[in-house]
């Protein structure tokens, strides 16, 4: 840290809110914002809110030192179908693979079963002649005339972006490379994705649909992050600006806009970073990382204070839980179970009677019922409201004012009504909805994983969870919740508590006893290298970390377990050390061990990061130790399964200071968040300022 720049700046873009967090690195102040997205223009709800966070702290511009930004923009141009016109060349006699998909249905008895359209339509998907086989040998060089003719047709006119993607190309790229020059020469200023690049990997299905979502949001993507880092440019910051990756590490400027892909769950990522960094601080081996916004609630596991880690995560679904009912990305990401349900999240009664809420939102415009924008739904904000959760004198600490009245109309008429129940009723009757959605989709995922949920702790955050989190914990068998400070604008700070990292991936494919180490040894040295100049770009020396793993299976299975590999550099001599490791991750992840058949590599994985940055925060508030703490007034609030509406005092967070210790009921206000207390729970404040929630005692 320079005397100059002293501010690091977390920026999170979510359906709702934009959320940022600015620490002073010289005091260890921090503060935080939230503003309505403006879903138009995001970089706008960025600015203004980096505005309002320097002036209240009398810092200028050019005092930033770092910026790292998390975002849904690559998302919700996938999902919205906002992305670029893109052009896909394939391998002739191959360009369906987009819909052909891995040939399997998601659900086999489904007579009328949808996928989701493929970003690039047919007319767009053009053959090439150019062969190359699996093992790089190249049978047909590339013929450049029929890339000039795709290029000419009437199907590429006024295209925005191409795609690459040819058989075996990850064995050999020297097709696609010369498929570029030609595209680069026809097409000059057009960004060019190539499957050799964005996704080196065996699958053909995954690495076309991967590399077809990367240029469909790339000049969408680059024109968004050039646009931010040029006004900020201008407002006189020249700090470094990183953007949060989908594997909770973050990216460079210009490793972000060449794979944008690998945004796809950047700002839910950034929760799970920060919810890592607790597990880590706290000595919290298991832990469950609850995120529920405006729009999402976000779910993941931390075991062994390492978050779960997939390979390939799928948007756009067709069928919002259901598993191959969406486009596959293929990108390194933490492992999420993302749920409809969030403030925002709109409740219904369908022609049966029956009572669903989500996965549809009201978003930041209109919003809820209670923003007085125009909504008309009734949302789970409008029953938190109702329920006499949310003060709506003192939503956002007061600077924005919720209607109850509007809530009362929206939800007598969306749900009351039709129900034939009271206001009060109904309330509580989405409050209960829309938790069990979010337990359920918990417990469901731990019984697929084997795990059981009772020896975890819950971590919640984002805007809405501290109001559900007891009511989610007490479903699901959970006996302690912890709340940290800044609860609502958390996932921006992750943003501050994540290394700066990259990931890099090889297709090589055969039995393990077969396998030439000096090749394998070869390609992980080059993405070493190639790994460590992009951290000493962004001018990270000292204390980089890698880490090896490798996707293997029993030879003749489709589905693979990611290996960690500590034998590095590799040989012949170590084949059997290795083969064990894959034999303890199969037995891990399915529970037996097969010794009679064969074992197969498939890909190989490199991760390469930098120094885990060390949050240094004094967090605002009282620090003068425990004793009596005054409410600042007091309120009745509705609890499911209680008779009548419970007086519950209501604190402000701030004011309750280390070891505090409350009794429920009561109602915990700040300028982000509210975090309920039910009756027959306990609360205390813990050395870090977080509220902790004992339930075990809860009987509603």
């Not at 998302?75 to 191959?94: M, Q, V």
């Not at 020469?185 to 960004?191: D, M, N, Y």
């Not at 040989?571 to 529970?591: H, K, L």
Request: proline content about 5%.
């Amino acid at each position: 840290m320079s005397d100059k720049k002293y501010i690091a700046i977390g920026v999170d873009i979510g359906g709702t809110f934009t959320d940022v967090v600015v620490v002073d690195q010289r005091t260890h102040a921090i503060h935080s914002a939230k503003v309505l997205t403006t879903p138009e223009r995001p970089e706008d709800a960025v600015l203004a809110a980096v505005d309002e966070m320097l002036e209240l702290t009398a810092a200028s511009p050019d005092a930033i030192q770092t910026l790292v930004h998390g975002t849904t923009l690559a998302t919700n141009a996938i999902i919205e179908r906002k992305g670029a016109r893109t052009l896909l060349l394939a391998t002739k006699g191959f360009r369906d693979a987009l819909e052909t998909r891995t040939e399997l249905r998601y659900d086999l008895y489904d007579l009328f079963i949808q996928f989701p359209e493929p970003l690039v339509p047919r007319r767009r998907r053009i053959g090439i002649t150019e062969r190359t086989l699996y093992d790089g040998a190249v049978a047909t060089p590339l013929c450049t005339d029929d890339i000039r003719a795709a290029l000419a047709s009437d199907h590429a006119a006024d295209v925005e972006a191409v795609a690459v993607c040819f058989l075996h190309s990850y064995a050999n790229p020297a097709n696609e490379e010369a498929a570029r020059a030609v595209i680069e020469e026809v097409l000059p200023g057009v960004p060019v994705s190539l499957s050799s690049d964005v996704l080196p990997e065996i699958g053909e299905y995954g690495r076309a649909s991967t590399t077809a979502a990367n240029a469909y949001v790339q000049p969408l993507i680059d024109r968004y992050l050039g646009a931010l880092d040029g006004a900020l440019a201008a407002k006189g910051s020249s700090g470094a600006f990183f953007v949060m990756g989908s594997n909770a590490g973050t990216l460079s400027l210009d490793v972000a806009r060449r794979y944008p892909v690998r945004l796809v769950e950047s700002g839910p990522a950034a929760g799970v970073a920060i919810a890592a960094h607790y597990a880590r601080s706290l000595d919290i081996s298991h832990l469950l990382s609850f995120d529920m916004g405006g729009t999402t609630a976000k779910i993941s596991l931390v075991t062994d204070f390492e978050p779960a880690r997939a390979t390939e995560l799928e948007v756009a679904r067709v069928k919002r839980f259901q598993k191959g009912s969406g486009l596959l990305l293929k990108a390194p990401a933490v492992e999420l179970i993302e749920i409809g349900a969030g403030g925002g999240s709109i409740a219904r009664v369908d022609a049966l009677g029956l009572l669903s809420v989500g996965p549809e939102s009201a978003g930041s415009s209109p919003g809820p019922a209670c923003y007085g924008q125009g909504g008309e739904f009734a949302t789970v904000t409008d029953a938190d409201v109702v329920l006499g959760y949310l003060n709506p004198d003192y939503f956002l600490g007061g600077k924005m004012q919720l209607d109850r009245d509007r809530s009362v109309a929206a939800i007598d008429a969306n749900v009351g009504g039709p129900m034939s129940v009271a206001t009060d009723q109904a309330a509580a009757s989405i409050f209960e909805v829309v938790n069990d959605n979010m337990a359920n989709a918990a417990a469901v995922y731990a019984a697929e994983q084997g795990i059981d949920l009772r020896r975890y702790a819950l971590l919640a955050f984002g805007g809405a969870a501290p109001a559900h989190a007891w009511d989610i914990a007490r479903r699901l068998g959970i006996a302690q919740v912890r709340i940290p400070f800044a609860a609502g604008v958390l996932s921006a700070l992750g943003c501050l508590a994540s290394p700066m990292s990259f990931d890099f991936v090889f297709g090589y494919m055969t039995e393990l006893r077969h396998v030439d180490w000096n090749h394998v040894n070869q390609r992980f040295a080059e993405l070493e290298a190639q790994g460590r100049q992009q951290l000493n770009d962004a001018e990270i020396h000292d204390g980089i970390t890698v880490t090896l793993s490798a996707d293997m299976r029993y030879y003749g299975q489709r589905y693979e377990v990611t290996v960690p590999l500590s034998h590095h550099p590799f040989s012949e001599a170590r084949t059997g050390a290795i083969e064990d490791d894959f034999y303890e991750a199969y037995r891990n992840y399915y529970g037996r061990r097969i010794d009679e058949v064969p074992v197969e590599t498939v890909s190989w994985r490199m991760t390469v990061s930098g120094p885990r940055p060390q949050l240094d925060i004094a967090w605002p508030g009282r620090t003068d130790g425990a004793g009596d703490v005054a409410p600042k007034g007091e309120r009745a609030a509705i609890f499911p399964g209680a008779p009548e509406p419970v007086h519950c005092h209501v604190f402000e967070r701030g004011q309750l200071p280390v070891g505090a210790q409350l009794s429920g009921p009561a109602i915990i206000e700040d300028h982000e968040s509210t975090t309920i207390v039910p009756p027959g729970a306990t609360l205390r404040i813990d050395a870090e300022r977080m509220i902790i929630l004992d339930i075990s005692g809860v009987s509603l």
